[in-house]
């Protein structure tokens, strides 16, 4: 339903952070940054969230 949205509504920010959270659920943490990075290059750089999120990739690194 998620990814409808997005195809639907490419500029839907919400869809992509709630994509974000179910991708950091499932431990995929590449799909978590591409959705985030997404946000920040396409959508709002100054998302606060994303920024967030974008801090705490940092240690997901050593995950992936």
Known sequence: A???AIELK???RSAYIEL???YE???QYAKVSEQIDFILNFIDPDDKYSLSMKEKSASW????
């Open 2 to 4: 998620l990814k409808k």
């Open 25 to 27: 659920k499932q431990k």
């Open 20 to 22: 974000a959270g179910f």
């Open 10 to 12: 490419p500029n839907y």
């Open 61 to 64: 690194r050593n995950k992936l």
